[in-house]
């Protein structure tokens, strides 16, 4: 299984980027390096809609985590055989590998 960057991330519109190995810098500060962007506005992305999905990236780590807590509180209460039970467990392997 191959381990997510650890969070918390964040969002920045980069100055220049150039792939995943520069660092990423707005405003003159350094924000680390980039592990994820969002293009557009070209095929049909609006800029709201970019804004949208940048912060669902950089919220995905506090996501998984507690989706994780969910998962587990899930099972003590009702057991494995249910449905959110099954559509977290499958959550967090899709996101884990």
């Not at 969002?11 to 003159?28: C, H, K, M, N, S």
Request: glycine share 10%.
């Amino acid at each position: 299984m191959t381990q997510h960057t650890p969070g918390p991330w964040g969002i920045a519109v980069p100055e220049q980027t150039d792939a995943v190995q520069r660092l990423v810098t707005f405003e003159g500060r350094e924000y680390g390096q980039a592990i994820a962007t969002v293009h557009g506005p070209g095929w049909g992305a609006t800029r709201e809609g970019m804004q949208a999905n940048a912060r669902l990236i950089a919220a995905a780590p506090e996501l998984l985590e507690a989706l994780k807590v969910c998962q587990v509180r899930i099972f003590m209460l009702e057991g494995s055989e249910n449905n959110e039970y099954q559509t977290a467990t499958d959550a967090i392997a899709k996101a884990t590998g």
